[in-house]
């Protein structure tokens, strides 16, 4: 069992910074591929970022590639999405995700954070 806290959340303007962390309980934390997903009002959870195990691995959706970068610390048991150069499509609930494989699916992943909200102003 892994249990995921999300941080880091806010309101800033477009343009601007964020960067979220999400806490994960328990030992186990390095066998997992970790996820960030994200979702707007009135719309479907949407993959955003994905890291394997090892960190050696990454996925990015296509709306955030080159603005985005996801990181792990395997020591801390932390996972990171520093996001960049932020746009008000952006806003949305933040979730980290816990998962056996570097997938960009809801399903492929096993345990879910609480979220975190992000609020980008124009």
């Known amino acids: 069992q892994v249990q995921l806290v999300e941080s880091g959340g806010g309101l800033v303007q477009a343009g601007g910074s964020l960067r979220l962390s999400c806490a994960a309980s328990g030992r186990t934390f390095s066998s997992y591929a970790m996820g960030w997903f994200r979702q707007a009002p009135g719309k479907e959870r949407e993959f955003v970022a994905a890291?394997?195990?090892?960190?050696?691995?990454?996925s990015y959706a296509d709306s955030v590639k080159g603005r985005f970068t996801i990181s792990r610390d395997n020591a801390k048991n932390t996972v990171y999405l520093r996001m960049n150069s932020l746009k008000p499509e952006d806003t949305a609930v933040y979730y980290c995700?816990?998962?056996?494989?570097?997938?960009?699916?809801?399903?492929?992943?096993?345990?879910w954070g609480q979220g975190t909200q992000v609020t980008v102003s124009s």
């Open positions: 890291i394997s195990r090892s960190g050696g691995r990454t």
């Open positions: 995700a816990a998962g056996r494989t570097v997938g960009t699916m809801a399903f492929e992943y096993d345990y």
